[in-house]
């Protein structure tokens, strides 16, 4: 489907069209003009909703920060003055707050799809690639975000997290004590996590910028993984699937809302409504939800994990945990080479479609580990968990996609659509 | 078939996990399970008791005050609970804030006003310290959130103490026994007991009657906007429930075109 340029009548559109041709940017983008394949199902209503709760994050932000007071002695209360006495404050704070939660909740499975259907294969690598990157902007931010309310779990998941960076080697000492801004997190910290917290979200911006700029080029994947190529698979953007992202969005704010308004801190940690007190370490130091896969793959290196041992003449387990926490996420860069099959959608792949679902267990097992004391059992599960987080990318993904025997994959998807209409 | 029970498995994992992130302790083992009480500001239609309110301001101000803070509630606030403001203002005379500087430069002490902060027993942790060998009354105003389970926490804590400590449990010089505690030592001496207070209204001044205010007092100053946001909630919810329908019923009609 070629996409001509719309005319427009009024005479006011057409002025500024001639001058910057904004309305057809836009109708190309998300308009009539953008033609999508017409079998998207509902897995796809991910990615514009992660946008949305990107935008709801910053508006709800900025009327924050105005409120906020970053300052050791004042940022738990100013907190409170938000909850307390600021007009619809408490309103503003769980919005944001829960936000988080439903951000990441959307971007997992906006990338659990993505791995589904194979949408980060040729010529979608670029675009697969920059999603792990705002991944990673997100994380940053969401981490920064958590200091900012100076509660015990603020405190202390800072003081664990930043410390983390004291094991690499030569510089980590004086790396961290950039990061605090001092010997300890303390007000400094507070200052700078702030200023990088209201920031990094404009970086996630440009990120989201060029994501979508890649999507446009070859434009989105589809169920069947077959590439759209006849007019007849392609349907315009608009009114198709604008109408069907609006709906997805109701549904969103109907599942978000909820927790707003009814149980605004199922996300939450108890000890976070405690101020933070150097003095005082929480029994438990756990990191939000969102982190928790991650927090089990760092804790599952001790000296006696058997993942540790051909690294162990050349670093300490503290700094192979940390790489491998990091390694986790980044090696997800390479997952279009990784991937040896040239056959995206797992709808054709019997073998592979097991094995993605044991995948997403396994990352869910990490989670539920994650969340749990690091002691008997569950340092085991979760070394033999995170073992097969990278042994599932490593080497079981480039070996299903040399032996298995794909099913055989329509022509095209109008052909696909209509034989499964008779 | 292997599908099936992969999804079985995996639904229970994705379960286990969610409940699992939720029920992270904050609190370290040892304390015996909390048993649920039924609150009036619990479900989506939950609201404050207000007599029960009243009740546990008395309680506060006549037992508990003696050592914990009330430090983010101001006395104004209590006009959003039914106070009027001579009540407020009559409840706030009682106690005395520092101002100034004067124009002389000098603080002063003043009579409290419903614009000022409930007033602390103790100047500060240290003063407060001193006075509790050692330990210190945390402030109580985020009490109901700050914990697990927090109101029914709180009402176990106050009504779970015993006299004696069992057999084989010894305690630290000071220290009372409670099951709810973790640890089970717990510096705090059982702050309610049958009659502790005298209420106005007539209402049974059992221990469990006078924990069941205070926690309720207490929940209020944790969530003072709880009322509001299930009000504001439910308008929300059928707005959204509507405007969703409609969404899906055009989604509906402009994709009848394509298939």
């Known amino acids: 489907m070629s996409s001509s340029p719309i005319e427009f009548k009024n005479p006011v559109l057409k002025w500024v069209e001639y001058r910057l041709p904004v309305f057809s940017f836009i109708d190309s983008s998300v308009g009539g003009s953008y033609p999508a394949p017409r079998n998207l199902n509902y897995w796809w209503n991910f990615g514009s909703l ?22 050791v002695d004042y940022a738990f209360d100013s907190v409170e003055r938000i909850m307390r006495d600021v007009n619809y404050g408490w309103l503003i704070r769980y919005i944001h707050m829960n936000g988080g939660s439903m951000f990441f909740i959307c971007v997992y499975i906006h990338m659990f799809r993505g791995m589904y259907y194979g949408s980060y294969k040729e010529p979608r690598e670029l675009l697969w690639i920059i999603g792990v990157f705002i991944l990673l902007a997100m994380m940053a931010t969401a981490f920064l975000g958590y200091v900012l309310p100076w509660g015990q779990m603020s405190f202390w998941g800072a003081t664990v997290i930043t410390s983390m960076f004291s094991a690499i080697p030569y510089v980590g000492d004086a790396l961290v004590t950039l990061l605090w801004g001092g010997f300890s997190v303390d007000n400094p910290t507070l200052n700078r996590f702030y200023s990088l917290h209201y920031l990094l979200p404009f970086v996630l911006f440009g990120l989201v910028f060029v994501h979508l700029w890649a999507l446009h080029v070859h434009r989105s994947n589809n169920p069947l993984g077959v590439e759209a190529r006849e007019p007849e698979d392609f349907i315009p953007f608009h009114p198709y ?182 | 078939m292997i599908k099936k029970t992969l999804t079985s498995v995996l639904s229970a994992l994705a379960i286990a996990g969610v409940v699992s992130t939720v029920s992270t302790p904050s609190q370290a083992a040892g304390g015996a399970e909390i048993p649920s009480q039924s609150w009036s500001w619990n479900g989506p239609f939950g609201t404050f008791d207000r007599a029960a309110l009243r009740r546990g301001l008395q309680v506060y101000a006549e037992v508990c005050s003696s050592c914990h803070s009330l430090d983010l509630v101001h006395y104004r606030d209590l006009g959003n609970i039914g106070f009027s ?50 330990a210190y009354p945390p402030d109580l105003s985020l009490m109901t959130k700050a914990r697990k ?49 005298e209420y106005a209204d007539g209402t049974s001044t059992s221990k469990e009657q006078i924990a069941h205010d205070i926690v309720t007092f207490l929940a209020w100053t944790a969530e003072p906007e709880l009322e509001e946001r299930k009000s504001l909630g439910l308008k929300v919810m059928i707005f959204l429930v509507v405007l969703t329908g409609m969404l899906y019923g055009l989604k509906r009609k402009i994709w009848a075109k394509l298939h």
Not at chain 1, 50 to 66: E, H, P, Q, S
């Open chain 1, 50 to 71: 992660a946008g949305i709760i990107l935008a709801v994050m910053v508006a709800t932000g900025i009327v924050l920060a105005m409120h906020y007071t970053a300052h």
């Open chain 1, 241 to 422: 699937y604008t109408i069907k992202d609006l709906f997805g969005m109701g549904v969103l704010l109907i599942f978000f809302l909820g927790f707003v308004f009814y149980a605004p801190n199922f996300f939450g940690e108890p000890d976070n409504y405690i101020e933070a007190n150097p003095m005082v370490t929480p029994a438990h130091i756990v990191p939000e939800w969102y982190f928790l896969p991650f927090y089990a793959i760092l804790r599952a290196f001790t000296a006696d994990f058997f993942m540790y041992w051909p690294v162990a003449w050349l670093m300490s387990a503290k700094l192979a945990g940390v790489l491998a926490m990091f390694a986790a996420t980044l090696i997800l860069v390479l997952l279009p080479w990784l991937d040896t099959s040239k056959v995206r959608s797992n709808k054709f792949r019997p073998i592979n479609k097991q094995f993605f679902w044991i995948f997403v267990a396994d990352c869910l097992l990490l989670g539920y580990i994650g969340a749990k004391p690091a002691e008997g059992n569950f340092i085991i599960i979760g070394q033999i968990a995170t073992f097969y987080y990278f042994f599932h990318l490593v080497v079981l993904v480039p070996l299903i996609g040399i032996l298995e025997r794909p099913k055989p994959i329509p022509e095209s998807i109008s052909t696909a659509v209509i034989k499964s209409a008779e």
């Open chain 2, 85 to 134: 403001i001579d009540e407020i203002k009559a409840f706030a005379i009682d106690y005395e804030v520092e101002d100034g500087p004067d124009d002389e430069g000098e603080m002063f002490t003043r009579e409290a006003k419903p614009a000022d902060r409930f007033v602390g027993p103790f100047a500060n942790e240290q003063a407060a310290r001193a006075s509790n060998g050692g």
């Open chain 2, 149 to 197: 389970n927090g109101a029914n926490y709180i009402y176990a804590l106050l009504t779970g103490y015993e006299e004696e400590a069992p057999d084989g449990v010894v305690l630290m010089d000071g220290m009372n026994y409670n099951h709810y505690f973790p640890g089970n030592q717990i510096a705090m001496a059982p702050p309610v007991d049958d009659d502790y207070v």
